[in-house]
């Protein structure tokens, strides 16, 4: 099953075979009922023509005989089978009964008479009364005999003859089609030799056939993997002007295509990343003085006219997000470029998440919302304790913000070598298609929403670089009204691989 799911050559070789085969199973009962029919009619045709001229012979000689009583035409009887009736040379190609008629009431009565080892019983009912009921027409059937206490089909033919003084007497010809047996013997034996020699050939056609087929899309597979792995000056050859060689040439030409846009993209993101990296500690310098300034102003703010106070108020507000936003373009850069590194320590995660809750009370108790931690036990697992508070930070605001005031719950568990923190809010929750979209890079699930708590729009882009750095998993679960869930899942040692999460993402999901 295996090779069936995995070889297109495989399956189309093995039911060319297989059609193959019913095909010339078909076809050989076709014919071979055809043989057998033409054979049994050849045989009933000769056997009528033979039996019609015995019969007359026969009449003949009982038409000239002066026998008058029955012992002289018990002997008469006798005579005429031995030399007229039974075959020369014990040959056993016909046997011949001679029964009283069925209608024949005439009081002399001969004794029944029969040539070779077949008996008088041998002969059915069945045709007796068909003779019996035309006796101006011979009648034949096919039907079983024994002989030689051997059970083989048999032509019979019935006629009658009319014996002076003694009435009508029924004259039964029966031809075994031994021969005929032995014909389709041999012919079924032919049919099913060259029945398996066709199918194997119809297989080594398909066989044959197909791998001129399969080969090159087995090569455009192989190609096609080494460019997915990054090989990118990888080609599939191509030679000759059929469609494989049209097949090869226009997959040629699209990994031209792709690595032409690769390379134009890679130097776009070089230069992208480069310009943010290189903007942001540009910015750094001018920012410094402008936030001294502003600092400046904003402690002096009571001093100032309140439409002035009020404007220092909102322009201290947007130079901490504007200093967010630098923060974050920068530490985006470092995982652009690679220059991210962990600083791994054994941490109890619960105390991480007390942390992280107690920061964001302020923010709860504005929006209206509690917060709970739900835990089993300790939650240890080698992390950079910095890192993972970022990710819990960003994903406890995000869903605060998007709780509505409702409650929002923290879990943490660990088993199966990994840890895990789920939180978990009742808010206006993501609809479908947005969960593998909140780590998009400024995505945001309404534009027109406000942003009360200042966020950049790159917090949980960055909390899920920070998990796969941790070589661990950050994924989102939502359903409109039915809040969202956020879990974060970590190996509890450096290096491991994960397999599962010890905390379900949905709350129908089992762990």
């Given amino acids: 099953m295996r090779t069936w799911r995995r070889s297109l050559q495989f399956r189309v070789v093995t039911t060319t ?5 019913v095909v010339v199973s ?12 033409g054979l049994q009619n050849d045989r009933i045709e000769t056997s009528e023509r033979e039996a019609r001229a015995l019969t007359a012979d026969v009449q003949a000689q009982w038409d000239n005989t002066t026998e008058k009583t029955a012992p002289d035409l018990n002997i008469a009887a006798s005579d005429i089978m031995k030399s007229k009736l039974t075959p020369a040379g014990g040959e056993t190609s016909r ?13 002399l009565t001969l004794n029944s008479l029969s040539s070779g080892d077949l008996e008088p019983s041998s002969i059915t009912q069945d045709i007796r009364e068909k003779v019996a009921a035309d006796p101006t027409h011979q009648q034949n059937m096919v039907s079983d005999v024994i002989i030689n206490q051997q059970k083989v089909p048999a032509v019979f033919v019935g006629s009658g003859v009319e014996i002076p003084r003694a009435g009508r007497y029924d004259l039964y010809y029966v031809y075994p089609m031994t021969q005929e047996i032995r014909t389709m013997g041999l012919i079924s034996t032919a049919f099913g030799i060259a029945g398996l020699i066709l199918t194997v050939l119809v297989g080594a056609v398909a066989w044959v056939v197909t791998r001129q087929v399969v080969s090159p899309v087995r090569r455009a597979a192989e190609v096609a993997e080494r460019l997915a792995s990054g090989k990118l000056n990888e080609r599939m050859p191509s030679r000759g002007e059929d469609d494989l060689a049209l097949l090869g040439t226009s997959f040629n030409a699209m990994a031209d295509s792709l690595q032409a846009q690769i390379r134009q993209l890679e130097g776009l993101s070089r230069v992208q990343q480069r310009f943010v990296s290189d903007v942001s500690h540009e910015l750094r310098t001018p920012l410094t003085t402008i936030r001294m300034a502003g ?4 402690d002096s703010r009571t001093d100032f006219d309140p439409v002035v106070g009020r404007s220092a108020e909102l322009l201290q507000g947007e130079l901490d997000r504007f200093e967010s936003l630098l923060s974050d373009l920068l530490e985006i850069s470092r995982f652009d470029a690679g220059a991210a ?56 605001v995000n869903a605060i913000e998007h709780g509505d005031g409702k409650p929002v719950t923290v879990h943490l568990r660990e088993g199966g070598g990994a840890v895990a923190v789920v939180v978990e809010d009742h808010g206006v929750g993501l609809r479908q298609g947005e969960a593998s979209m909140v780590f998009t890079r400024f995505w945001r699930a309404d534009p027109a ?16 670089e920070d998990a796969r750095l941790h070589h661990g998993w950050l994924q989102a679960w939502g359903e409109p009204g039915a809040g969202s869930r956020f879990r974060l899942t970590l190996p509890q040692r450096s290096g491991e691989s994960l397999t599962a999460s010890p905390l379900a993402l949905s709350p129908g999901e089992r762990t």
């Fill in 17 to 21: 075979v297989i059609l193959g085969l």
């Fill in 26 to 37: 078909l076809l050989g009962s076709y014919l071979y009922n055809e043989i057998a029919t």
């Fill in 95 to 107: 046997y011949v009964v001679m029964i009283r008629g069925v209608k024949n009431t005439n009081p």
């Fill in 295 to 298: 600092d400046l102003l904003y």
């Fill in 341 to 396: 590194a962990l600083d791994l320590a054994p941490v109890d995660l619960r105390g991480t998440v007390e942390g992280v809750v107690t920061a964001a009370l302020p923010l709860a108790d504005r929006r209206g919302s509690t917060i709970e931690i739900v835990s089993s036990g300790p939650v240890s697992a080698d992390v950079d304790e910095r890192r993972v508070e970022r990710i819990l930070r960003n994903l406890l």
């Fill in 449 to 464: 929403r406000a942003r009360t708590t200042g966020g950049t729009g790159l917090g949980l882009a960055i909390a899920l």
